[in-house]
């Protein structure tokens, strides 16, 4: 497994890409939704065969527009999807914003009543909450991965970059999180995958590579002045 990578260091890895005009915000969230999708079909090839249904689970930020793009990836690929946003649209991100107005197939608002989740569907996939969790979740949102986490075995759990609720620097549960059978993260893990209750959580961890790597030189700090 290759060495960590913190928050930080991730957050300005994306902008040394982004403003170097090679990649746009918009490419690096498509690729990481592909890489997801790439994960999920290598790990259950069954997910294409007919009427597999599937909940994606969006929350405020660029971890929910992660969300929207596989959404609209595993649509394209045949399954049956429910996706649900945990949050007001009009305040999502603008690469989130722009990947909720793609997504052509209905978007249901999360209300604690969570009809989404009756009949249970094959395979959840927690885009609620990425390496910008900044506080423990609390309110409805904890019930409902506390209410995910008590599902039966049957249901194949994903987390997009991080099991939501878990703290990608400390791997310490901030309120609650849904234990996930699969974690899909980018271009090298964060310490909070491999410590803590990171592993338990986790499930099988892949680092999928969003073509960051040509910007992962390390920066030369300015001398003393
Ligand atoms: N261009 C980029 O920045 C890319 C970002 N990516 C995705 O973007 C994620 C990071 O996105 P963001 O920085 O928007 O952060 P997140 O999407 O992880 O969440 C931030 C949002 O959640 C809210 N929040 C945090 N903790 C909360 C809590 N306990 N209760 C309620 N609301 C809470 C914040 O106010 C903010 O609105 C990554 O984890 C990754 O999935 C990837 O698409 C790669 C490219
Ligand atoms: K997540």
């Known amino acids: 497994m290759s060495e960590t990578i913190t928050v930080a260091e991730m957050r300005a890895l994306?902008?040394?890409?982004?403003?170097?005009?090679?990649?746009?915000?918009?490419?690096?969230?498509?690729?990481?939704?592909?890489?997801?999708?790439?994960?999920?079909?290598?790990?259950?090839?069954?997910?294409?065969?007919?009427?597999?249904?599937?909940?994606?689970?969006?929350?405020?930020?660029?971890?929910?527009?992660?969300?929207?793009?596989?959404?609209?990836?595993?649509?394209?690929?045949?399954?049956?999807?429910?996706t649900v946003l945990c949050g007001d649209p009009a305040r999502?991100?603008?690469?989130?914003?722009?990947?909720?107005?793609?997504?052509?197939?209905?978007?249901?608002?999360?209300?604690?009543?969570?009809?989404?989740?009756?009949?249970?569907?094959?395979?959840?996939?927690?885009?609620?909450?990425?390496?910008?969790?900044?506080?423990?979740?609390?309110?409805?949102?904890?019930?409902?991965?506390?209410?995910?986490?008590?599902t039966p075995q049957t249901l194949r759990t994903v987390a997009i970059d991080i099991p939501s609720g878990l703290d990608a620097e400390t791997g310490q549960i901030l309120g609650h999180a849904m234990p996930c059978d699969l974690t899909v993260t980018f271009h090298q893990p964060k310490p909070g995958h491999l410590i803590g209750e990171g592993p338990a959580y986790c499930g099988k961890l892949v680092v999928e590579d969003i073509g960051l790597h040509p910007f992962n030189v390390p920066q030369i700090c300015p001398p003393e002045a």
């Open 14 to 82: 994306e902008r040394r890409a982004i403003e170097s005009g090679a990649v746009t915000g918009q490419e690096l969230m498509e690729r990481a939704g592909r890489g997801v999708v790439a994960a999920m079909f290598t790990t259950w090839p069954d997910l294409g065969d007919a009427e597999r249904r599937a909940v994606v689970l969006c929350g405020p930020g660029n971890n929910g527009g992660d969300g929207f793009v596989v959404a609209r990836l595993l649509a394209a690929r045949g399954l049956k999807i429910t």
């Open 92 to 150: 999502l991100p603008p690469d989130a914003r722009g990947n909720y107005d793609a997504l052509s197939t209905k978007i249901s608002r999360f209300d604690a009543a969570r009809p989404f989740l009756d009949p249970l569907p094959d395979i959840v996939i927690d885009a609620v909450f990425g390496i910008g969790l900044a506080r423990p979740i609390e309110g409805p949102l904890a019930a409902l991965l506390k209410s995910l986490s008590d």
